[in-house]
């Protein structure tokens, strides 16, 4: 019988960990006390934690485990 789920157990995990930083990153975007966001925190460590998220999703969705 063929697996009704499209990924592993192992995917799924990974792919919560990987939208907990992109909710991360936007976090720290919004946190920045610069006006509009100008600051270091919204200019480049949200983007670069948010980025990383979808790398990480990316990885996620191909990470095949081992049986």
């Known amino acids: 019988m063929k697996n009704a789920f499209p990924f592993k157990r192992k ?15 936007f976090t ?7 006006p509009h966001g100008f600051g270091f925190m919204g ?6 934690v948010t980025l990383g998220g979808f790398m ?3 990885y996620a969705i191909f990470h095949q485990p081992k049986n």
């Open 11 to 25: 995917n799924y995990q990974l792919m919560i960990i990987g939208l907990a930083m992109i909710i991360l990153g």
């Open 28 to 34: 720290i975007i919004g946190l920045d006390g610069e």
């Open 43 to 48: 200019l480049t460590l949200g983007p670069i």
């Open 56 to 58: 990480f999703q990316f």
